[in-house]
Nanobody, 113 residues
Framework: VQLVESGGGMVQPGGSLRLSCAASGFTFSSYGMTWVRQAPGKGPEWVSSIDAGGGSTYYADSVKGRFTVSKDNAKNMLYLQMNSLKPEDTALYYC???????WGQGTQVTVSS
């Protein structure tokens, strides 16, 4: 199993970023996936999840209405569209197959003016 995130960077408050996660080594279409973030000095925080087929999505209250998770099973890709970013969104973002304990290496998102 391999999960590789990309798309992080530095953005001003109010800006947008799209994170991607390339999955390999398993049948991607059979698993729900999750985005988790960890800010400096804090524990991991669940951000969003999506079911195996991509039809059901779930969000933490802190990102609801601003972030959108999606899944392209044909391409084995997971995405997180992040809009209206705030400084408190600054964190290392991981994609994960949480149920089996597989995590990517993370991609850094920094929101700062």
């Amino acid at each position: 199993v391999q999960l590789v995130e990309s798309g992080g960077g530095m953005v001003q408050p109010g800006g947008s970023l799209r994170l991607s996660c390339a999955a390999s080594g398993f049948t991607f279409s059979s698993y729900g996936m999750t985005w988790v973030r960890q800010a400096p000095g804090k524990g991991p925080e669940w951000v969003s999840s999506i079911d195996a087929g991509g039809g059901s999505t779930y969000y933490a209250d802190s990102v609801k209405g601003r972030f959108t998770v999606s899944k392209d099973n044909a391409k084995n890709m997971l995405y997180l569209q992040m809009n209206s970013l705030k400084p408190e969104d600054t964190a290392l973002y991981y994609c994960a197959r949480v149920s089996s304990g597989y995590w990517g290496q993370g991609t850094q998102v920094t929101v700062s003016s």
